[in-house]
């Protein structure tokens, strides 16, 4: 029994006539005739009773005729369903990031959130060095990191350029000068992550380079409390540039270049290669595409594999 032979019966049962039936359907009658015989076998029983001319339907026929319109309505639903998928008309997206990597989504979101309103986005927390994983164990179908994954199973799309940058209040002595040395941040007292890091090794080793202590005085829990611990005058910060451009814009922190310090992280889109990416996450790259075109500067869509 297919779904064919049964709008094939459906249509014979609300027309009465086989010849009927044939017309609406566009087939002979003797076609539609050796479909209702085909089904009848199949399933053991007479659909109708040939005794008359009318297509009348015996009990088996009755109790097929329910069955036959619920099978036939969830069908036309998943093609409905799927159609909506197709045109972004409804579906999700899983993203996982961490604290700083999200940060990139959110000019991103918004456009795509503008387009296509109606894809429900869920964005994971996740630790940078736990996102790989979720993608390929399908937590999640896209991540942002801020490392090139080694495994060979994910594709990798870098998609922003940031740089470390210090941070100070706009009360201390350094806010004023137009560039500083590394040599200068020996007696400072340094606000960090708690969460250690591939960077912060480079920071280290730039200042054991450089011969000039690193005093990490205080290490906070979020990216948030860090810059507002600094901002009410309680030492500096080497952060992400992207998370602080909100707060050096409005001055409640001042950005001051290090000669000496120059840490550029490429923020990367990945996703798996065997699997195929579902027609939100495939809008999400066209969107992240567009806005690396858009906006220029920082932002870019260049893969990597």
Known sequence: ???????????????????????????????????????????????FDRSSREGILTDAGQVLIEYAEKLLNLRRDARESLRELRELQKGKLAIAANEFTSLYLLAVLAEFRR????????????????????????????????????????????????????????????????????????????????????????????????????????????????????ALGNGVALMPEISVETEVARAELVRVPVRELRIQRKLRLIYRKEAGLSHAARAFLKVAEAAARQRAGRYRFQREG
């Open 1 to 47: 029994m297919d779904l064919s032979q049964l709008e094939v019966f459906l249509a014979v049962a609300r027309e009465r006539r086989f010849s009927r039936a044939a017309e609406k359907l566009y087939r002979t009658q003797s076609a539609v005739s050796q479909t209702i015989r085909k089904l009848e076998d199949e399933l053991g029983e007479p659909l």
């Open 115 to 230: 387009l296509h309103p109606m894809i429900k986005i869920s964005v994971q927390r996740s630790l940078g060095s736990r996102t790989p994983d979720h993608v390929l164990q399908h937590n999640a179908e896209l991540g942002v990191v801020s490392y090139k994954p080694e495994d060979t199973g994910l594709h990798s799309v870098v998609a922003y350029l940031d740089e470390l940058v210090l941070v100070v209040p706009p009360q201390h002595p350094l806010a004023t000068a137009r560039e500083i040395s590394i040599r200068q941040l020996g007696a400072e007292s340094f606000v960090a992550h708690i969460v250690a890091s591939p960077y912060r090794e480079k920071v280290l080793q730039t200042f054991q380079k450089h011969k000039t202590p690193l005093h990490m005085d205080v290490e906070l829990p979020t990216l948030q409390a860090i810059k507002q611990f600094v």
